[in-house]
């Protein structure tokens, strides 16, 4: 465990049921302190299910969980720093904000002038100087969720773990949150575990994200890591939007897209693999069919405010999406133009510990492509 690390996993399975799948599945990874980590993943994945081992409120099936170093498998939710918000806020409606806020103070033996101090600081931190009296039912989504948070924080926790706390809210009080939310990790400095399953949350709000699938981590990494070079198909189609076709090396820096070779930046895979191609929408740029790299025809085209969302197929009826400002016309052939590190190449199967080990092998070969197809995505 790092110095700087204040959770970690080690091969930690969940299995709640004898003769029942294991929700979580030998999964290892580390938290370190004072940065913002999001759980990304569809229902029943076992984000909230790492949360849940992280609090105290299950234990493992095996494996052990360590917090500043020490083992807390036994460790029961009391005796944890930690504090967690949940969906619902689970705030009491019976109490006003202050008091909401006091409860766990109270619990634990604070009183007068010192729990008065906590609480005022506590509310000042979210925003809600004043309220002390409001009523919680006279209070709105966006105010309740930032009472839950004063009532987190106000007991000094060192991890603060939320459990999908935006989901209940409209689009704009929800992005309006997370701005707020990753402002209050900075000032407060401690460590954010957050929970979602929406892929634009996790990219505008982390530091780290880790994308679960069935019980496993599939990739972690920074926002820009996980988005720019995704480790598998599930990664690439999950963290937004995606055109995801089969492709072929032939050669270091050129890989073969429906039957047509293509500059790219991947080198160390093996000459002639099979392998699965990632460009972005916004990475392809309408051109007439004579200046595009490939030429396609246009099948819809949709309107998004912002940006013009049009499918089209090439000759090989691979569906290719494209966000563009330039309007097309249903049935039009048209060019599409990308650069070569718009491709992003990613080995059938592969999982982040062998990426992470076919890099490494890269990098010690100095430069020159390792045997047996070590090497670096590069895009």
């Known amino acids: 465990m790092t110095e700087e690390s204040i959770i970690r996993f080690e091969h930690v399975t969940k299995q709640y049921d004898p003769g029942d799948p294991a929700v979580l599945k030998s999964v290892s990874f580390e938290i370190q302190r004072g940065k913002f980590y999001t759980l990304l993943g569809p229902s029943g994945c076992g984000k ?46 019976h109490l006003n904000v202050f008091e909401n806020v006091a409860f ?24 809600l100087s004043g309220y002390e009296n409001r009523e919680i039912t006279e209070m709105s989504g966006g105010q309740r969720q930032r009472v839950a948070i004063a009532r987190a924080i106000v007991n000094e926790p060192e991890i603060l773990l ?14 309006e949150m997370q701005y707020e939310l990753r402002e209050l990790q900075r000032r407060l400095g401690i460590t954010f575990i957050f929970v979602t399953h929406d892929q634009e949350e996790a990219l505008a709000m ?71 191609i990632v460009i972005r929408p916004e990475d392809l740029e309408i051109t007439s069919p004579e200046k595009g790299k490939m030429q396609v025809r246009v099948d819809t085209q949709l309107f998004r405010g912002v940006h013009y969302e049009i499918s089209c197929y090439d000759d090989a009826n ?30 059938l199967g592969e999982t982040e510990e062998e990426f992470d080990r076919r890099l490494e092998s890269y990098e010690d070969g100095a430069g020159q492509p390792a045997q047996g197809g ?3 995505h590069g895009s």
């Open 48 to 93: 909230t299910t790492i949360l849940r081992l992280i609090a105290g409120f299950t234990e493992p099936s095996e494996g052990k969980i360590y917090f500043n170093g020490k083992v807390i498998n036994k460790v029961p939710a009391n005796n944890r720093q930690v504090n967690t918000v949940f969906q619902d806020y689970a705030l009491f409606p």
């Open 104 to 127: 766990g103070l109270r619990i634990k033996g604070v009183k007068g002038a010192a729990l008065s101090a906590k609480v005022t600081e506590a509310l000042r931190f979210v925003n």
């Open 318 to 347: 691979n569906e290719w999406l494209v966000h563009s400002t330039r309007k097309a016309a249903v049935g039009e052939r048209i060019g599409l133009y990308f650069e070569p590190e718009a491709i992003h190449v990613m080995r």
């Open 206 to 276: 982390s530091d780290e994200i880790f994308v679960l699938s069935e019980g496993t981590i599939q990739q972690s990494g920074t926002p820009n890591d996980i988005y720019d070079e995704p480790i598998n198909r599930f990664v690439a189609d999950f963290i937004g939007e995606s055109n995801i076709v089969k492709g072929r090396m032939l050669r270091d820096f050129e890989v073969e897209i429906a039957g047509h070779p293509y500059e790219c930046v991947d080198q160390g895979l093996n000459d002639g693999e099979i392998v699965d």
């Open 162 to 175: 939320l459990d999908e706390p935006l989901s209940a809210l409209d689009l704009k009080l929800r992005t």
């Open 374 to 376: 070590g090497g670096s």
